[in-house]
Structures are given as C-alpha cells and as structure tokens.
C-alpha cells in the first residue's frame, strides 16, 4: 500500500498526520509505504518530512523545487509510488486515513477505484454553495461522468495508477482522470471533518481555477454553447431587421413612433452592448481552450524535483 499525500505549508498539522498514520497503516496488514510530496513550502515542512524519513524508511518525502499545485503533486506523488494499491489523502487531515481498512476491503472485493464522497462540509454556506453549483455542471456537461462531491480522497488499483500517470496534459483534474480510466469504481459516503490545523491552501481564487480545469478538460459544451449562442443571436438580428424593414415600407406606429421619425437609437445601442458582451464572453472562452492547446504543445515537465528521502532513481514526470 502507498499513501500519496502532497503539501504545502503544513507544518502546523504534520506531526498529527504522522501519528495517525502510523497508528492507522501499522494495524492494516499489508507492506505499506507514505510518500509525502512538499509543493514548494516555504515553511519548515521539508524539515519535518526528511526528520520522518529518517526516523522511519516507510515515510519517504519528495520535494519539489517550487511550487507548482495541489493536483500536480499529487500526480508527482503517484509517479513515484510503488504500491500494488494506492491511496491519496489530503495533508490537513480533512480525509481521515481511518477510512483507509474500509477501502482497502473494497478493493479485496474486487473494485479498482474506491472514491469517498462527502455527505456534509465544514465551509461556510458560500463554498458549500459554490461546490454543489460546481458538481452539477460538471456532472451535465462533462462527456465522462465524474461523481458529486468526490474529491481527490480515494484508493486506486495500480492498473489505475498506470493509466492515470500515463496521461500528459498539465492541467490536470485527477478525480476527472480518475474516472476517466474506468475500470470498477465503488463510492464510499463519509463526513468530512473540519481541517485538523493550520489555515486552508484553497483559496477561492484556486478552487475556481481548479473548477474551470474541471470543466474545460473533460467537456466542450462551453465551446458547442458559443455555437448555438451565435446561431441564436443571428435568428434574433435577423428577425429585428426583417421588423425594422417591414415597419419602414408599411409605415405602422409602433410604441408610438413610425420608422421615418428614426426611434430606436437606444434599443440599437443596447443591443450592440448586448451582443458585444456575448462575443466577449465567448471569446474568452476560447482562450480558455486555445491556453491550454498552448501550455500543453509546451511539452515541458509537469514538475521538477528538487531533492528526495528514501526513493531511488530520478524524476519521472
């Protein structure tokens, strides 16, 4: 068993973490192994991970030279991951490596992927608000069906694993990856607890950005909604001047004006504020998809090591 777990700037809860860890995985039977992947800290975290390490092999840490984001470490973590199964938790104790015998009988039962999903959330009613909005769009327009409120917390078979580290896009959605290797998947509901300390490294900026990787990386309706947006502002415009010419020739009062008095110089410049905004929108998101065409034809590495604890060889991303 490997139990990939990336951080960033975790000192306050890590010695928790290790504990519990040890407590946990000690009492599961199989070999296990931690693989503590440090984002670019600028703390004392990479301190403690090689202080782990050399107190116990089984706990070995990769630092990355910088820091490049949650799901990147993680991905970097199941890069350098041996295990027959794999799991991912989060550093702040918000998925309870407890949880991780009943995963494990899961998988012995023959399911590839056991994913949990949160029954309640500790946010406040904005990102409770904001989560739920998210699933839901993603769950209508995603072409690969990702489950609600599933995070990152999971546990995966390594032919699972594989293929997931295979794929090579940077901007990277594991729980949509995840899912998109197929395989037998089983959900597990549980509560998720508050963080056990320290403050939150998911800002809303981030969750926002995590969000729209969600969306742009496994689904084009935003580009198929830009489509049909554009067909039915044409039918609109079309249908407007068809009016403003039948209203010219037949010479009708209309909202008590006729054509030769020249009214609707306001209801025009809306209009054009109008579709204005909705070229602008749909513009932007085509430089969502055209940015990412760009970071990816790139080609460049997804992470760079900086140094490493109780794992042989060299990077592998």
Same mark, same amino acid.
């Given at each position: 068993?490997?139990?990939?777990?990336?951080?960033?700037?975790?000192?306050?809860?890590?010695?928790?973490?290790?504990?519990?860890?040890?407590?946990?995985?000690?009492?599961?039977?199989?070999?296990?192994?931690?693989?503590?992947?440090?984002?670019?800290?600028? $703390?004392?975290?990479?301190?403690?991970?090689?202080?782990?390490?050399?107190?116990?092999?089984?706990?070995?840490?990769?630092?990355?030279?910088?820091?490049?984001?949650?799901?990147?470490?993680?991905?970097?973590?199941?890069?350098?991951?041996?295990? $027959?199964?794999?799991?991912?938790?989060? +550093?702040?104790?918000?998925?309870?490596?407890?949880?991780?015998?009943?995963?494990?009988?899961?998988?012995?039962?023959?399911?590839?992927?056991?994913?949990?999903?949160?029954?309640?959330? #500790?946010?406040?009613?904005? #990102?409770? +608000?904001?989560?739920?909005?998210?699933?839901?769009?993603?769950?209508?327009?995603?072409?690969?069906?990702?489950?609600?409120?599933?995070? $990152?917390?999971?546990?995966?078979?390594?032919?699972?694993?594989?293929?997931?580290?295979?794929?090579?896009?940077?901007?990277?959605?594991?729980?949509?990856?995840? +899912?998109?290797?197929?395989?037998?998947?089983?959900?597990?509901?549980?509560?998720?607890?508050?963080?056990?300390?320290?403050?939150?490294?998911?800002?809303?900026? #981030?969750?926002?950005?995590?969000?729209? $990787?969600?969306?742009? &990386?496994? &689904?084009?309706?935003?580009?198929?909604?830009?489509?049909?947006?554009?067909?039915?502002?044409?039918?609109?415009?079309?249908?407007?001047?068809?009016?403003?010419?039948?209203? %010219?020739?037949?010479?009708? &009062?209309?909202?008590?004006?006729?054509? &030769?008095?020249?009214?609707?110089?306001?209801?025009?410049?809306?209009?054009?504020?109008?579709?204005?905004?909705?070229?602008?929108?749909?513009?932007?998101?085509?430089?969502?998809?055209?940015? %990412?065409?760009?970071?990816?034809?790139?080609?460049?590495?997804?992470?760079?090591?900086?140094?490493?604890?109780?794992?042989?060889?060299?990077?592998?991303?």
């Amino acid at each position: 068993l490997s139990v990939v777990i990336p951080c960033f700037n975790e000192s306050a809860v890590l010695p928790l973490l290790h504990e519990r860890l040890r407590t946990v995985l000690s009492t599961l039977g199989p070999t296990w192994e931690v693989l503590l992947v440090d984002d670019g800290s600028t $703390d004392d975290t990479w301190r403690q991970l090689a202080e782990f390490n050399r107190r116990d092999g089984r706990f070995k840490a990769v630092g990355l030279s910088r820091n490049f984001g949650h799901q990147t470490a993680v991905a970097a973590g199941l890069a350098h991951a041996q295990g $027959d199964v794999v799991a991912v938790l989060d +550093a702040d104790l918000q998925d309870p490596p407890e949880l991780l015998g009943e995963c494990l009988e899961c998988w012995r039962d023959g399911d590839d992927v056991v994913y949990l999903v949160r029954q309640k959330r #500790k946010e406040g009613l904005l #990102k409770r +608000a904001l989560y739920s909005t998210f699933y839901r769009l993603l769950d209508h327009f995603s072409a690969v069906r990702v489950p609600r409120d599933s995070g $990152d917390f999971s546990l995966m078979d390594r032919r699972v694993v594989d293929v997931v580290v295979s794929m090579p896009e940077r901007h990277l959605f594991l729980r949509g990856m995840r +899912a998109w290797a197929g395989f037998r998947q089983h959900a597990l509901p549980y509560e998720r607890p508050a963080r056990a300390a320290g403050d939150t490294k998911y800002p809303l900026v #981030k969750l926002v950005g995590l969000a729209a $990787d969600g969306l742009f &990386s496994f &689904s084009i309706i935003p580009l198929r909604l830009a489509t049909w947006f554009g067909l039915l502002s044409v039918l609109a415009a079309s249908a407007w001047g068809l009016f403003v010419l039948v209203w %010219r020739i037949l010479g009708f &009062s209309f909202l008590g004006h006729t054509a &030769s008095e020249l009214p609707g110089w306001t209801g025009g410049v809306l209009l054009a504020i109008l579709f204005g905004s909705i070229q602008l929108m749909f513009l932007g998101v085509l430089g969502e998809y055209v940015g %990412r065409i760009y970071e990816e034809t790139k080609g460049r590495p997804r992470w760079v090591v900086r140094s490493l604890h109780g794992l042989p060889g060299a990077d592998r991303s």
